[in-house]
């Protein structure tokens, strides 16, 4: 399957170029050319199959031109060796737990199909991951390409300016993954990364490619979570009317739902969840698309002033703002709201919300109709927020097992400047 760009001005790729290359050369997001239709009867017996199982069909609608069965079978049954659970919470309202995998977030699922998908392309050379990361992206690229042959990965993180728990997510992995500490801010971290994708010496040195979020191996796998849920709804009767709430910051995993939906997923509509960023929910409002300079929320990983996504979903949509807000409505929340939305969940229900899957509880709790069921995306544990969380209920969280593994290694990093001749010099080195 060829892979168009949305600004439509560079040549169209091959599934490995688009992989290998992240972006098109017209700064334009890579789109697959068609979507095929899952069949009927995929959706008929979906209840009786596993995630795996169910995931595979939806990567090899994807995938299956491009990558022989078995090798596609492998990847994703090694992307996904733990649980999504679809949980009750409250009435008619259910939690798509993304919160199981190795850093507690649903960007691991990417993460790992990426990996695997790039080793499988770039056969025996080693290729170079640079990732510049403000948290939460830098552990689950790191942990999802940890120990895949073949690719090593750098993950450029500002000093000072992550959380103690981030930090040990990445820097504490050894192997295959090189922390490279910043004397900076994320942007010189963001800076460094795209010199040296610029910079011929260091290219020629070493092949090196980007793990970032618009990917289409990364974001277009975070379909499975969709039809699993669904699966999930159907096996206990409650599948119909069914309407999917996304905590939304790129638009990435939201964008992969409505592939999902054009693949024949029976949703009948999408609600996509913000924080104070309200870029998005704007332009439902208004049809007008007007990207600004994000504010920090205490969701910060939905902090996103101008979403990377949005070239996609307009894509999907033929450019048409009626179309868009057929199958998507929006909802925005302050601070203050999330906040409350924590409390009032953990006391009426007993269910400990993340910032993030608050927003989605929230605009379920408000939105839904009485015919309808809803599901929204906890798209990370609380523990990972765990002072904020803390702050706010007043209880004490527990830090799962996992992520308690992580702080009692031992953090290894290379401190560098924010100079692009430091850190040239350094890979020139490696
Ligand atoms: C990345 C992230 C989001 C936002 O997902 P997008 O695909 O960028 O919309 C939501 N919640 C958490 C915890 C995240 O890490």
Not at 106 to 132: C, I, S
Not at 382 to 410: H, N, Q, S, W, Y
């Amino acid at each position: 399957m060829n892979y168009y760009s949305t600004n439509g001005k560079a040549p169209i790729a091959t599934l490995e170029k688009a992989v290998v290359k992240g972006l098109a050369e017209d700064r334009g997001l890579y789109m697959p050319e068609r979507i095929k239709n899952l069949p009927q009867e995929f959706f008929d017996h979906i209840e009786e199959l596993s995630f795996q199982e169910i995931a595979y069909q939806v990567a090899d609608a994807f995938f299956g031109e491009d990558v022989p069965a078995d090798k596609l079978k492998q990847i994703v049954y090694d992307t996904l060796s733990f649980d999504t659970p679809v949980v009750p919470v409250k009435e008619n309202i259910f939690s798509l737990e993304l919160f199981h995998g190795p850093t507690l977030a649903f960007k691991d699922v990417g993460a790992r199909f990426m990996a695997r998908l790039l080793r499988y392309f770039n056969g025996e050379d080693t290729v170079n991951v640079l990732v510049a990361t403000s948290g939460d992206t830098g552990s689950a690229v790191a942990n999802g390409f940890l120990g895949v042959e073949g690719v090593h990965v750098y993950v450029l993180y500002p000093k000072g300016k992550v959380s103690l728990i981030q930090e040990y997510q990445f820097t504490t992995l050894g192997h295959n993954v090189t922390a490279l500490e910043v004397d900076g801010v994320f942007d010189d971290c963001q800076a460094l990364v795209k010199n040296a994708f610029m910079d011929d010496e260091l290219n020629r040195h070493m092949k090196l490619t980007s793990a970032n979020s618009i990917n289409v191996a990364r974001f277009l796998p975070q379909s499975f979570y969709y039809f699993y849920a669904y699966s999930q709804m159907k096996k206990r009767g409650l599948a119909d009317n069914l309407v999917v709430c996304v905590p939304s910051g790129n638009f990435g995993n939201i964008c992969s739902a409505l592939f999902g939906k054009k693949m024949g997923l029976p949703v009948k509509r999408f609600i996509a969840a913000n924080n104070a960023n309200d870029v998005f929910y704007k332009y439902l409002q208004t049809g007008k698309y007007e990207p600004k300079d994000s504010v920090q929320t205490i969701a910060n990983a939905m902090d996103v002033g101008a979403p990377s996504n949005f070239a996609r979903i307009l894509d999907l949509y033929k450019g048409s703002h009626d179309a868009v807000c057929q199958d998507i409505s929006g909802a925005t929340y302050s601070d203050v709201q999330i906040a409350d939305t924590i409390r009032e969940c953990l006391s009426e229900t007993g269910y400990l919300l993340d910032p993030h899957g608050a927003c989605g509880y929230s605009a379920l709790k408000e939105g839904l109709k009485p015919d309808e069921k809803g599901v929204f995306l906890e798209t990370a544990h609380p523990a990972k927020f765990k002072d904020t969380v803390e702050r706010i209920t007043g209880k004490v969280v527990e830090i799962p097992p996992r992520l308690a593994a992580f702080m009692k290694g031992t953090k290894q990093s290379v401190s560098i400047s924010k100079e692009f001749t430091d850190f040239k010099l350094y890979l020139l080195n490696q």
